[in-house]
């Protein structure tokens, strides 16, 4: 049973009624895992399931978001919904840093540990004419025994990768500007600067657009490039998408500014949505010393 207001106040802990919205997301979510599984093993509607699931997915989502953002601006979130949160927001954030760890990890093994392993004496018998060398410290060198992987070109760090660097640091600053704005009570100023923040990710996933279709168009470095390519596509494709997701989530923070929500004292809305963007920041800075200059 839902809690109610009493004189005015936030419930001690605000109990939402009975939602539909947890099951609904997960009727979305079966069809996202169903249509993927089957796309991958050679059936065309797959990938009709996966659009639709993620449809799906999505109207849930903006509905449920919907429902507490007019929970949250009725004033029936006290403190400690505040505090609760906070929690779920940051065992979110180090749940995605474990994620990017997998993958870090993922490159680390194969680099220093793996290829080196397949150039001993042992394989040399198996594979006289491989080289256990990595594609970025041999410019041009595939290590493909046999031809299995087609020659390819490695990604350096100029001048997109430097590029998109720049930005990604300048939107960490234009949001904390946009953050000491709201507190300062300059609601105005607040949200010119968060549309800045916008803007610079928005640039930066075009910035990363172009740059894959050159790595496949005229670097023949594909997602089947071995495991440099799997390791290139993976970290830099995921993160990629963590900066459209965190994007979207400024946006809509912008928007809720735009119709006079949040206030200096109140607005761990927008501080979610800052300490998500500046865990992207921190993963890129990871991913451009290690992926392309490394």
Known sequence: MSAATTAGKAPYYFVPAPSRHPVMAAIGLFFVILGAGQWVNGH??????????????????????????????????????????????????????????AFFGALYWARVHSVPNLGSFENSLLWPDFKALWPSSVPGATAAPAGTVEAFSVVGPWPIPTINTALLLSSGVT??????????????????????????????????????????????????????????????????????????????????????????DRHFGFEGAAWYWHFVDVVWLGLYVVVYWM
Not at 71 to 99: H, N, Q, T
């Open 44 to 101: 065309g509607w797959g990938a009709y399931s996966l659009l639709f699931g993620l449809l799906w997915w999505a109207f849930v989502l903006q509905a449920w978001f919907r429902d507490a953002i007019r929970e949250s601006e009725g004033g029936l979130y006290s403190d400690r919904i505040d505090l609760s949160y906070r929690w779920s927001m940051g065992w979110f954030i180090f749940s995605e840093v474990m994620f990017f760890a």
């Open 175 to 264: 949001l904390t500007i946009a953050h000491h704005a709201l507190i300062a009570g300059e609601r105005g100023k607040t949200i010119a600067w968060m549309w800045v923040t916008v803007l610079l990710g928005m640039v930066f996933l075009g910035l990363q657009a172009f740059e894959y279709h050159h790595a496949y168009a005229e670097l023949n470095l594909k997602l089947s490039s071995g495991i440099y390519g799997s390791t290139f596509f993976m970290l830099t494709g995921f993160h990629g998408f963590h900066v459209f997701v965190g994007m979207l989530m400024l946006l809509f923070i912008t928007l809720r500014l735009m119709k006079g929500h949040f206030t200096k």
